[in-house]
């Protein structure tokens, strides 16, 4: 198996998995390969280092500054780990969003957490009845089955 660093055009890297460097070559240029964090599909693939298992060694301790730096990465992960609990807590109700929203607003149905799509002059229309949305862009990785 090995594990490559990848990175979008965007400049989000992760990881990827694969058989070979073959596999990751055919997935890549089939576009089967795709960001976690926006779905974009041109994919580079990063110079990585061989991760050495030395028994015994150790890590100098950072210091406070370095660990007050968020990093590029933590950052990713502690976005991704949000979108999650949020669609864990609210049901996707579609492009009925509109709708659902009017209907808890007015009390016509029970008070929930609920997501899907609207347009942009949906969102309008509901700011002007006075019911807040927030648009988060959900990477296609977290649309279906997260593994």
């Not at 058989?19 to 070559?25: C, F």
């Not at 007015?106 to 309008?124: L, M, N, P, V």
Request: charged share 25%; glycine share 8%; aromatic share 4%.
């Amino acid at each position: 198996m090995k594990v490559l660093n990848l990175r979008c055009a965007n400049g989000h890297g992760f990881e990827g998995w694969f058989g070979s460097d073959d596999d990751y070559m055919d997935q890549n240029g089939r576009g089967a390969v795709e960001c976690p964090l926006c779905a974009d599909k041109l994919i580079t693939r990063m110079p990585s280092a061989p991760r050495l298992n030395l028994s015994g060694a150790r890590e100098t301790p950072a210091t406070p500054t370095a660990q007050a730096e968020a990093r590029p990465a933590d950052l990713q992960a502690a976005w991704l780990q949000t979108v999650r609990e949020l669609m864990a807590k609210t049901e996707d109700v579609g492009d009925r969003f509109a709708t659902e929203a009017r209907r808890i607003h007015y009390g016509e149905t029970a008070q929930r957490g609920i997501r899907g799509q609207a347009t942009a002059e949906e969102r309008a229309a509901l700011q002007d009845e006075g019911i807040e949305t927030v648009t988060v862009p959900l990477p296609a990785a977290l649309k279906g089955p997260v593994q």
